[in-house]
């Protein structure tokens, strides 16, 4: 991937993520919701090149699955640790990487 593809990918990535942040967090769980969702756009971020966007190897219903595949498998090994706010924040938090799962799966979808 060049520099040019990566930047494409990363800034459109991070649009989606924007569009479904919470605009109005009222409430701890909220901005945890936030929060989950800014872990996981600095994640895809810092690991984009483990991800063959650009290949054209495989099919494409092939290659939407195992790009979901190793994002959810990014997601899922990442270590939260108690970042010093409530539960509720605690439980957004785990929320807002939940929900980067389906909006990386529109994004690949758009993308590839």
Known sequence: MDTQEIEYAIRK??????KNKEKLAYS?????VNKGLD????????????????????????????????YNLL????KIGKPGCSADCLEGIYEGLEKSKI??????????
């Open 13 to 18: 990535f991070n649009n989606l993520i924007d």
């Open 28 to 32: 701890d769980f909220k901005e945890g």
């Open 39 to 70: 872990i996981a756009r600095y994640n895809f971020g810092d690991h984009i090149e483990k991800f063959d966007l650009f290949s054209s190897k495989e099919n494409q219903t092939t290659k939407i699955q195992n790009l979901q595949n190793e």
């Open 75 to 78: 997601i899922d090994t990442l």
């Open 103 to 112: 909006i990386f799966g529109e994004f690949i979808k758009e993308f590839v």
